[in-house]
């Protein structure tokens, strides 16, 4: 989760609706909102990291895979989350104006928070801010740049932060950055004097959390897929369904059926280079 990157109960999975008064019940209820950090996908400005070898349109194409199944992953945890301990899926977007993006893209029950400041901290601090708004007793901001993410560790986020006691849980990329921060307060200080999108992100986060006394509970190490060495690394994972390299037992990744979907459409065999068809035909 970086600057250069920037984003600005039960949820349905992407691509279906729950009723409006029902999804509106089902959040109030929850006591853990997770917001993921969406940027609408425009070509020429979204995932512009992995172009070349992909075409604009095709880093586009990519970004809304991520972020269909980011909001996936989130349904899915919310369907395994402890009846007192529920979850409530929102997405902190930006830029101004790409309601509808949001709203073609993701299901009716995924609340929207608008969160595009010049200052990616801010930009975090006014999702957190906005999930306690709505009544929830903890809010976590999530990435989306890592779509296998086990859905594991959202449910052990939720859990943590619904034991006694203020507390913070950290999930660290392998970049220096993290995937994951999740409050039981909002926190200001977590998100001051923070070098974004270098690899002191996470340590640095730990050190606004010493200097406020608050324990933070650390989760395994993931990846954000920013380059094209991460990116061929998410196509292995999806091929095989395990973990590449994996240095700790996050549990199982997600299935990420929309990026898997198009990266069988375009690149069966990783090969970004080289295209099957043509973008505009095999999306559309």
């Known amino acids: 989760m970086d600057h250069a990157n920037r984003t600005e109960g ?20 929850a006591a853990c909102g997770i917001a993921v950090m969406a940027k609408a996908s425009r070509p020429g400005l979204t995932k512009t990291r992995l ?25 899915l945890a919310a369907s395994r989350a402890a009846p007192h301990g529920g979850i409530a899926g929102y997405a902190a977007y930006g830029p101004p104006g790409s309601e509808e993006f949001f709203r073609r893209n993701f299901p009716a029950s995924i609340g929207l928070i608008g969160a595009w400041l010049p200052d990616f901290g801010d930009c975090l601090y006014r999702a957190i801010g906005e999930i306690f708004a709505r009544g929830h007793a903890a809010a976590v901001v999530l990435n989306s740049d890592s779509p296998t993410l086990p859905t594991a560790l959202l449910n052990e986020t939720a859990a943590v932060l619904g034991q006694p006691g203020d507390r913070a849980v950290l999930g660290p990329s392998s970049d220096g950055g993290y995937y994951l921060l999740g409050l039981k307060a909002a926190h200001r200080r977590m998100f001051d004097d923070i070098a974004w999108s ?14 406020i006394g608050l324990d933070v509970h650390v989760l395994p190490e993931w990846y954000d897929v920013d380059d094209v060495g991460t990116l061929r690394r998410l196509h292995v994972e999806l091929r095989d369904g395990k973990p ?9 990744p997600h299935k990420a059926r929309h990026t898997a979907a198009l990266f069988g459409r375009l690149w069966p ?11 505009m035909a095999e999306t559309a």
């Open 10 to 29: 039960r949820i349905a999975p992407a691509g279906t609706a729950d009723d409006g008064a029902n999804s509106a019940l089902a959040q109030q209820a």
């Open 51 to 75: 172009v070349p070898p992909l075409t604009y349109d095709e880093a586009a194409a990519l970004n809304t895979a991520f972020l269909q199944d980011v909001i996936d992953n989130i349904a």
């Open 198 to 211: 270098t690899a002191r992100v996470a340590e640095q986060t730990r050190e606004r959390a010493r200097e």
């Open 244 to 252: 590449v390299a994996r240095q700790h037992d996050s549990g199982v």
């Open 269 to 279: 065999h990783g090969d970004f280079d080289r295209r099957v068809g043509n973008f």
